[in-house]
């Protein structure tokens, strides 16, 4: 199972999931065309097996970027560019298993992965609205719990149609994941209020840089 799993994810790093058929996928993971119809009935019933995983290992990696002692002194600006630029990675590296898995939960509705999907939304937002609790001073907007929910949720409606599904064609001004990172952190301040501040010598906003990690 842990095989096959892996195996999945790596390829769909290669190629959409629709296109990669059952007999590859278990010659990836060292197993047969058999084993894998012992455990799954067809290829789309191991996009399930993703999703308790997926939200788990997402909550664990959250809870470490949010963690208020890894921010202890930080700007507001600081932590949203990091938060940003996290997001952004994380929907490159996992794009192919994300898209798979949008795309899966739109033609099939599962009540369960949507609850799953909430329940880490709404995990993220309350722990991103507690570590700015103390920075709100710092946010101009009138309501600041409202403006970090809503400039969240901008991020990952942005990201996932810029990155997730950049071959639709929708995007009206594809960019480069490093420009995309820097207008969204641009646009989420701006939203918040927040004035950016400034390198000696140029008109350009200034964020000091932290060494990211996932967990």
Avoid at 9 to 38: D, I, P
Avoid at 119 to 131: D, I, K, Y
Avoid at 153 to 181: H, K, Q, Y
Wanted: aromatic residues 8%; contains cysteine; positive net charge.
């Amino acid at each position: 199972m842990d095989r096959l799993l892996v195996a999945a994810q790596g390829l769909l790093g290669e190629r959409r999931f629709e296109e990669a058929t059952v007999a590859e996928l278990a010659k990836r993971a060292g197993s047969s065309v058999g084993a894998f119809y012992a455990r799954f009935p067809d290829k789309q019933a191991l996009l399930r097996c993703f999703d308790e995983r997926v939200f788990e290992e997402g909550r664990r990696q959250w809870q470490l970027f949010l963690d208020p002692q890894r921010w202890r002194g930080a700007s507001l600006e600081t932590i949203v560019t990091a938060l940003v630029e996290l997001g952004v990675t994380k929907r490159r590296t996992h794009r192919g298993l994300l898209r798979a898995l949008a795309l899966y939960v739109r033609s099939n509705p599962d009540p369960t992965f949507r609850e799953r999907a909430a329940e880490l939304n709404r995990f993220v937002t309350a722990r991103l609205q507690a570590l700015l609790a103390s920075r709100h001073g710092e946010i101009r907007h009138p309501q600041p719990r409202l403006a970090i929910a809503f400039g969240l949720a901008v991020m990952d409606a942005v990201t996932r149609e810029a990155i997730v599904f950049e071959d639709a064609g929708l995007n009206p001004a594809p960019m480069p994941d490093s420009r995309l990172a820097r207008e969204l952190t641009r646009a989420y301040l701006a939203y918040l209020g927040v004035r950016p501040r400034r390198r000696r010598g140029s008109g350009g906003s200034h964020a000091p840089r932290r060494k990211l990690r996932a967990g």
